[in-house]
């Protein structure tokens, strides 16, 4: 079973910045696929970013590129998003999900059901 805690969401202006991380468990980490999706009220729960096994693969929606950027850390087991020049469009509970299908060829994948484990979720509010 692997675990995936988020952590880092809170309020913030618009302009403003805030950094998510997603600890995970399991032994072998550094194979999975690792992306953040997020939910905002009403609306179906959408890709923003993901990042692949080497961490050389990254993927962003059109919607956040140049703006936010996804890293890891695998000595850490830790996945991290550092969102800057925040809007308030971006405000939404942000999950983070878990491919653990081993290395993947290619982008990461956009699709929620490629991904088998995931958070809770954390609420991120940008106020205008």
């Known amino acids: 079973q692997v675990q995936v805690v988020e952590s880092g969401g809170g309020l913030v202006q618009a302009g403003g910045s805030l950094r998510l991380s997603c600890a995970t468990s399991?032994?072998?980490?550094?194979?999975?696929?690792m992306g953040w999706f997020r939910q905002a009220p009403g609306k179906e729960r959408e890709f923003v970013t993901a990042?692949?096994?080497?961490?050389?693969?990254?993927d962003y929606a059109d919607s956040v590129k140049g703006r936010f950027t996804i890293s890891r850390d695998n000595a850490k087991n830790t996945v991290y998003l550092q969102m800057n020049n925040l809007k308030p469009e971006d405000t939404a509970v942000y999950y983070c999900?878990?491919?653990?299908?081993?290395?993947?060829?290619?982008?990461?994948?956009?699709?929620?059901?490629?991904?088998?484990?995931w958070g809770q979720g954390n609420q991120v509010t940008v106020s205008s």
């Open positions: 399991g032994r072998t980490f550094s194979t999975y696929t």
């Open positions: 990042i692949g096994w080497s961490a050389g693969s990254t």
């Open positions: 999900a878990a491919d653990t299908g081993g290395p993947r060829i290619g982008k990461p994948s956009r699709n929620l059901r490629t991904y088998d484990y």
